[in-house]
């Protein structure tokens, strides 16, 4: 009898705890990277006024990319963008211990697609995916000398057909996706 | 008492099936090489590229390709366990030691792998080999070795794969230009 009360507990307690412990786990690691990325660096993330330009940059390859037919790649409201700009980025011949940093800093339920690097041009893109149900989470960490940005969206799976078959370009899609909307939705 | 036979009797067919399936998937994975001891290398290489489709990823990718658009994908994709590349170009030469090269090619002696392809320049320097992994007459793997003087690339599909269709993943998913495009045949006259 004890037994079979203290299962059924566990599975009660499941259904109630799972989503909200997949909800603090996609904080987490989304907040994980950003700070990697801060400590690796020693730099900090920047907000709101220069999303703006951001917005517009990407709006603009976007749209060059789509043949001025656009058309949303994330779905509305699942994009997290972190940037931070005219800040240095300088691995100091130590750019493999930065991937291992970003590897760390996430959980095992995220499976890496891509990572690009290149050492003297301190340029790096990395790219993890997800499963969230019926869709996917992909997050996308680009670095550059003076700047870098981490986006996570939730995209469908048609979408993410679409940029698997080029990972190269993947990172950038996603993240001048995700700077528009983010431009779009702020006042 | 005919019960308990027949009980007896399907456990055994289901631990058969377990250690069968085991066992395949134990070669499978055998197909994996450990390739991450090259990570060091991104810190002196110019460009560094590494793809990672492991068996999770490699089921996601079967299913969300179209059944209509993507059909040779799809079937190409259908059973493999994993596609690996890590690729490395450097400015300058000598910046990967043959320890480097070593750490992956001793992997590919024995352990049921064939050389297939060797290729080597003495004038360029570029040396290129291609292993397969068989079981019986199906492949279980394939891993390709690229070591030029300013650049070393390893790629690595794990699964049954169809060498007719290989070329198809070519500049896709990551995967570089093998060079395995298919001969055209010629037109008779």
Excluded: C
Aim: glycine share 8%; no cysteine.
């Amino acid at each position: 009898m004890k037994t079979k009360l203290a299962i059924t507990g566990l599975i009660i307690a499941t259904i109630f705890f799972a989503p909200l412990t997949s909800t603090l786990a996609r904080g987490d690691d989304f907040d994980a990277v950003v700070r990697a990325i801060e400590q690796f660096y020693h730099v900090k993330h920047q907000s709101l006024p220069l999303l703006a330009r951001a917005g517009m940059k990407g709006a603009r390859t976007v749209a060059r990319i789509k043949g001025g037919d656009y058309k949303r790649i994330a779905d509305a409201g699942s994009v997290r963008l972190v940037f931070f700009e005219d800040q240095e980025f300088n691995s100091h011949g130590r750019i493999a211990g930065f991937k291992a940093s970003i590897q760390n800093s996430l959980n095992e339920t995220w499976s890496p697609l891509i990572a690009t690097l290149s050492a003297k041009d301190e340029e790096q893109t990395y790219i993890y995916i997800r499963e969230a149900g019926p869709k996917f989470h992909v997050l996308v960490v680009t670095i550059e000398r003076r700047e870098a940005t981490v986006v996570e969206a939730t995209v469908a799976p048609d979408v993410l057909a679409m940029l698997m078959k080029d990972p190269g370009d993947m990172g950038k899609t996603l993240t001048d996706d995700a700077a528009l909307n983010e431009a779009e939705t702020r006042p | 008492m005919k019960t308990l036979f027949q009980t007896s009797l399907k456990l055994a067919a289901i631990m058969l099936l377990l250690i069968g399936g085991a066992a395949i998937t134990a070669h499978a994975q055998g197909a994996r090489l450990q390739i991450d001891q090259l990570d060091s290398l991104a810190n002196k290489a110019s460009e560094t590229v590494d793809v990672k489709l492991d068996e999770h990823l490699m089921l996601t990718a079967a299913k969300i390709f179209s059944e209509k658009e993507d059909a040779d994908i799809k079937e190409i994709l259908k059973g493999l366990k994993g596609i690996y590349v890590k690729s490395f170009e450097f400015e300058k030469e000598g910046q990967y030691s043959t320890a480097d090269v070593e750490s992956v090619m001793f992997q590919l002696r024995g352990g049921g792998w064939s050389k297939i392809v060797g290729v080597t320049s003495k004038k360029d320097g570029d040396n290129v080999e291609v292993y397969l992994m068989m079981q019986g007459d199906q492949i279980q793997g394939l891993a390709v070795i690229s070591a030029e003087p300013k650049e070393f690339t390893v790629v690595n599909i794990v699964g049954p794969v169809n060498l007719e269709k290989l070329s198809k993943l070519e500049g896709q998913f990551g995967v570089p230009d093998l060079g395995l495009d298919q001969p055209k045949p010629k037109k008779s006259k």
